[in-house]
Nanobody, 122 residues
Framework: VQLQASGGGLVQAGGSLRLSCAAS????????MGWFRQAPGKEREFVQS????????YYGDHVKGRFTISRDNAKNTMYLQMNSLKPEDTAVYYC????????????????WGQGTLVTVSS
């Protein structure tokens, strides 16, 4: 499975962006999916994840109430709607696929996309 993240860009604080993660080379319908992010000089951290059928989600505390994860298995795509963006949300955002669950640990994920840069200006 190949994953392609897109939708990043420059936005002012308080604004919104919608990231997409399109899969090819296989179906993601049986995979848990997740978003992670990595700010300059920091480790990659968990943002959100979603179960294979979209029935359950798991949020990192720092984005709870502002970000919403979703998926469309028919389109083989996952999304991250980001609202009320803050400068501290600036990072490269990565999508990933997990064949056994939808956890918060990077080591659980089998496939990774290349990342899309989100920059939030103050």
């Amino acid at each position: 499975v190949q994953l392609q993240a897109s939708g990043g860009g420059l936005v002012q604080a308080g604004g919104s962006l919608r990231l997409s993660c399109a899969a090819s080379g296989g179906s993601i319908s049986t995979y848990g999916m997740g978003w992670f992010r990595q700010a300059p000089g920091k480790e990659r951290e968990f943002v959100q994840s979603i179960s294979w059928n979209g029935g359950r989600t798991y949020y990192g505390d720092h984005v709870k109430g502002r970000f919403t994860i979703s998926r469309d298995n028919a389109k083989n795509t996952m999304y991250l709607q980001m609202n009320s963006l803050k400068p501290e949300d600036t990072a490269v955002y990565y999508c990933a696929a997990d064949s056994t669950g939808y956890g918060s640990s990077r080591s659980e994920y089998d496939y990774w996309g290349q990342g899309t840069l989100v920059t939030v200006s103050s």
